[in-house]
């Protein structure tokens, strides 16, 4: 099985549309990552967590928000979705702050 | 100016000949310094990670820092058609639990 898994892989949703994005681990690492990428923009960091207690914001965080339900588990929630937010997803976990290690993805595509 | 830049290639070389690739950045600070591979629709895993001057080996795969010139790169030896992918270069900072991310370098390695 894998040590990080994101659901759903894939999502069409449409403009204004609340959509939550979920990442579990079987790790246990504490600290976890949200990332999106964009062709010809690379990964940028949505959000990230050091423990269940400790969110931060990331680089571009704005229209994002983030729970941190448990150490296994770290969603991302686009609160009313625009097009421009259409990008593939990526969750990541990390013992410590060098080693991150990714999860499958997910596409997200908004109407 | 992004931190971390990358050519975003397309670098193209041979089946059996050396892939150089190559990464500046613009924060001194930084003390951490990773490769990541990532095949097309795939998510990104590490292959090197370097924290001193000098060379690092493994493998097929050498990581060069030099702190002074502010670059690193990455060389791939007797490249193989499956290493074909894009290559991310991102360093980490004392301290800091982010990575940033270069766009990445697309190498093609023709039979």
């Known amino acids: 099985d894998a040590d990080v898994t994101q659901t759903p892989r894939n999502r069409i949703t449409k403009t204004g549309k609340r959509i939550m994005l979920e990442c579990s681990q079987t790790k246990g690492h504490d600290r976890m990552y949200w990332y999106r990428q964009d062709p010809g923009l690379g990964l940028r960091l949505i959000y990230y967590?050091?423990?269940?207690?400790?969110?931060n914001k990331g680089e571009i965080s704005d229209g994002y928000s983030v729970s941190r339900q448990a150490q296994a588990k770290f969603s991302l929630s686009l609160e009313s979705a625009i097009p421009n937010q259409t990008a593939l997803y990526f969750c990541?976990?990390?013992?410590?702050?060098?080693?991150?290690?990714f999860g499958p993805g997910t596409r997200l595509t908004v109407l | 100016q992004k931190e971390v830049e990358q050519n975003s290639g397309p670098l193209s070389v041979p089946e059996g000949a050396i892939a150089s690739l190559n990464c500046t950045y613009s924060d001194r600070g930084s003390q951490s310094f990773f490769w990541y591979r990532q095949y097309s629709g795939k998510s990104p895993e590490l292959i090197m990670f370097?924290?001193?001057?000098g060379d690092k080996e493994d493998g097929r795969f050498t990581a060069q820092l030099n702190k002074a010139s502010q670059y690193v790169s990455l060389l791939i030896r007797d490249s193989q058609p499956s290493d074909s992918a894009t290559y991310l270069c991102a360093r980490g900072q004392g301290g800091s639990e982010k990575l940033v991310f270069g766009k990445g370098t697309k190498l093609t390695v023709n039979p």
């Open positions: 967590s050091f423990d269940v207690k400790d969110i």
């Open positions: 370097i924290y001193s001057n």
């Open positions: 990541a976990t990390s013992r410590t702050y060098n080693e991150q290690f």
